[in-house]
T-cell receptor, first 113, second 113 residues
Framework: SQQGEEDPQALSIQEGENATMNCSYK?????LQWYRQNSGRGLVHLIL?????REKHSGRLRVTLDTSKKSSSLLITASRAADTASYFC?????????????FGKGTTLSVSS | KAGVTQTPRYLIKTRGQQVTLSCSPI?????VSWYQQTPGQGLQFLFE???????NKGNFPGRFSGRQFSNSRSEMNVSTLELGDSALYLC????????????FGAGTRLSVL
């Protein structure tokens, strides 16, 4: 079953605007990761935020994590047409048995020029 | 460094056949994970291999199996193919197991007729 739920499912904005996507999850995590996927291709790792971190930045990306609410958000500032893609949050519930990433169903972002 | 390489990129099979997919991880990465992506179920974790040992397994039938070689390359096998096995199969590598960012290949798109 899906651990993470992204919201909204789809988002359409104009170039230059900010895009915010949210992710909620159910169980305790080691970290939470955000990925981008362009049109049925492989996923690109964007950012990893550990459970003891509250905020992380990478270029135009800002990720927050609230473990008490079991939620995370991804903010893309000054969006570009090239940001058009699907964005997934993945909760890392790895244990001594090994890696386990549980993905949400994603937010489809469309940025028009 | 070269990225994760998956072969073949596209595959068409018929029901009842078996298929083998290949994944070459980033040089130095010892962990390889496999995922299945479908429009209905989204991204689902299949299994992870680390140092030639299966470390973790998702909730898939025994028809799905894999292995990892001493050079960290991995193969995934699906026997007795069913129509529902049509999907994008993604391989990801990471430098360790548990809590690491994963780097994905472009995927193998399998169509079962």
């Amino acid at each position: 079953s899906q651990q993470g739920e992204e919201d909204p499912q789809a988002l359409s904005i104009q170039e230059g605007e900010n895009a915010t996507m949210n992710c909620s999850y159910k169980t305790s995590i080691n970290n939470l990761q955000w990925y981008r996927q362009n049109s049925g291709r492989g996923l690109v790792h964007l950012i990893l935020i550990r459970s003891n971190e509250r905020e992380k930045h990478s270029g135009r990306l800002r990720v927050t994590l609230d473990t008490s609410k079991k939620s995370s958000s991804l903010l893309i500032t000054a969006s570009r047409a090239a940001d058009t893609a699907s964005y997934f949050c993945a909760t890392d519930v790895s244990n001594q048995a090994g890696t386990a990433l549980i993905f949400g169903k994603g937010t489809t972002l469309s940025v028009s020029s | 460094k070269a990225g994760v390489t998956q072969t073949p990129r596209y595959l068409i099979k018929t029901r009842g056949q078996q298929v083998t997919l290949s994944c070459s991880p980033i040089s130095g990465h010892r962990s390889v994970s496999w995922y299945q992506q479908t429009p209905g179920q989204g991204l689902q974790f299949l299994f992870e291999y680390f140092s030639e040992t299966q470390r973790n397994k998702g909730n898939f039938p025994g028809r799905f199996s894999g292995r990892q070689f001493s050079n960290s390359r991995s193969e995934m096998n699906v026997s007795t193919l069913e129509l529902g096995d049509s999907a994008l199969y993604l391989c990801a590598s990471s430098s360790g197991t548990g809590g690491y960012s994963q780097y994905f290949g472009a995927g193998t798109r399998l169509s079962v007729l």
